[in-house]
């Protein structure tokens, strides 16, 4: 899959964008990082996570015309659209429970906003 059209909006002291960072490049998948200052979003970096992500939170992946907020969301559809090594154990999908993954998206979630 050409990976050419693949622009990470993150800050370099984010744990959420550090999480992707380390899956993308454990995948060996090629992308732009557009950093974002968190503390002044009025250039073009800013401006751009402000329209893509009205909850100003980075890591956002931009993907051709798909925009993915979430770090653990974004590590998942890494996986299901890229090769490379594996980031998740192979589970059949109808073995599956839904709560371990609820669980981790609240903790994830549960991150202050330091930047408030
Ligand atoms: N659950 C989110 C957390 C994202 C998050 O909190 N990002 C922080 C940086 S680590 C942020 O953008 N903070 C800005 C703010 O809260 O205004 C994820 O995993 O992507």
Redesign the pocket.
Known sequence: MSVSNLTLLA?F?????W??RCALNYKHIEYDTRPVN?LDMSDENGRKLLQLNP?????VLIHGERVI????A?IEYLEENFDGPRLLPLIPTNARAPEPSHCI?RA??S??????
């Open positions: 800050r002291g984010s744990s959420a964008s999480r992707v968190l909850a100003s939170r980075v890591p907020t979430e770090s653990l974004i998206l994830a979630s991150q202050c906003r330091i930047f408030a």
